[in-house]
C-alpha cells in the first residue's frame, strides 16, 4: 500500500527523461500538434525549448510525532551544440 521511495540516481534519471519525452516536443514533429491544444503543456514545452537548464527535485516526507525528510534531484544544461547534458 505505501511503499518506500527509492532515490536511485538511475530511476531519477528515467523518471526526468520520461517528463521531457512527454512535454517536449520531438524533433520533426509540428509544433501545432493534437499535444499543444493543453495550453498548459504547451507553455512547458515552449519554456522547455527556451532552456538553458532543467532541474528534477523529488521529496518524501513523513510525519508521525516527529519528520523525517528525503529526497534526490537532477540538473541538467544544455550544451553548445543544442543537445543536453
Not at 499535444?35 to 527535485?57: C, P, T, Y
Amino acid at each position: 500500500m505505501f511503499g518506500i521511495p527509492t532515490f536511485r540516481m538511475d530511476d531519477e534519471c528515467d523518471r526526468a527523461a520520461a517528463l521531457v519525452r512527454q512535454l517536449a516536443p520531438a524533433n520533426g514533429e509540428p509544433e501545432n500538434s493534437e499535444q499543444d491544444k493543453d495550453i498548459e503543456a504547451s507553455i512547458i514545452r515552449g519554456m522547455i525549448k527556451n532552456a538553458i537548464g532543467l532541474g528534477f527535485v523529488r521529496l518524501s516526507k513523513v510525519v508521525v510525532g516527529f519528520s523525517l525528510q528525503g529526497g534526490s534531484g537532477i540538473l541538467v544544461s544544455r550544451l553548445p551544440d543544442g543537445s543536453w547534458s
